[in-house]
């Protein structure tokens, strides 16, 4: 196979990846780095999902793990305005689930099973419910203590409804009058940086996003989105250092890995530090799949890059580039 598929694959990967994330803090619809339906083909795949009540607190943009308690890589999806959530396809079996806040503190863990189609859970948290400490989050006194006022509560609220009908300009207003208020609202700084990145103002976006991290360090969504935007403009040495920040914290972040492999690809890094991250990344993101496969091709595992170029074939994210990517994968059947 030609050498120049490395880079042709590399910048389809990029594009696609970054043109439209969805998947930031407050918003409602589902985003390509959450798993749903066509993302996952393994066996006795079912679905779950649940709500919950907080006693009167918005949960929307929260974010509910599944941790396989034998370890291994944890499932993430966020929480809709209406407290439900829901995981498209999941293998079956026993998990913890564990629910952060917009901060990234955790404020609820428990053991589920998830043994039919369609499993459910109702979470009931006590008014008032103090965050706890767990292994992927910590809780910072400053943070615990602080109170948001009422009047920076409700303009956040209105951008995130706004958010959710795509009125960017009409949401970025409102959480720039939420920051007016209380100027260390980490929440209103992570969904300014959404409407930003819906705008194309990508230097406003990132100002916001780092501001988030900066403020709450731990927030994963936080640092999440940081690590998306730095990969849509192309800096990969900043986003491979994001990455390692929420990784040396033992966070499973799937965006995180991503991120960290792109770096070492773009700059010649370890090869199988790459693998691990992509392999990590690529069943939730299924474009980590492409890369991955592109990575063991030019390692010389033609028959292991076959099996993840016709995984990442069977997702709906192919589409766009799918005459191309079928002529590549005759090649490494050749």
Known sequence: ????????????????????????????????????AGQNFRDSAITFGGEISAGGRNVAGWTVELLPPQGGMALSTDVRGDGSFEFGWISSGDYKLRLTDGRGSVVHEEF???????????????????????????????ELSRKVPRKAHTEFNRGIDDLRKSKFTAALA??????????????????????????????????HFQKAVD??????????????????LRRYSDAGLAADRILKRGEGSPI?????????????????????????????????????????????????????????????????RR????????????
């Open 1 to 36: 196979m030609p050498r120049t598929w490395s880079s042709v694959i590399l910048a389809f990967m990029i594009a696609i990846s970054c043109s439209s994330p969805n998947s930031f803090a407050g918003q409602a619809e589902r985003g390509p780095w959450r798993g749903d």
């Open 112 to 142: 589920v099973s998830a043994n039919g189609n369609g499993s459910w859970v109702s979470i009931r948290l006590p008014q008032g419910a103090p965050a706890q400490r767990g292994q992927s989050a910590s809780v910072s006194v400053r």
């Open 174 to 207: 409102h959480f720039q009058a939420a920051l007016a208020v209380d100027p260390e609202f980490a929440d209103a700084h992570v969904n300014a940086g959404v409407a930003y990145f819906k705008l194309d103002q990508y230097a406003q976006s990132l100002e």
């Open 215 to 232: 403020l709450t360090p731990e927030n994963r969504l936080a640092n999440d989105n940081l690590c998306i935007l730095l990969l849509k």
């Open 256 to 320: 995180a890995h991503f991120a960290a492999a792109v770096d070492l690809i773009v700059h010649g890094g370890s090869r199988s530090r790459a693998l691990d991250h992509l392999r990590f990344a690529a069943d939730t993101i299924p474009k980590a799949r492409l890369l991955l496969a592109q990575t063991l091709s030019d390692s010389g595992r033609r028959d292991d890059a076959v099996r993840e170029l016709e995984t990442f074939l069977r997702s709906p994210d192919a589409d766009s």
């Open 323 to 334: 005459p191309e990517l079928e002529t590549w994968l005759a090649e490494l059947k050749q």
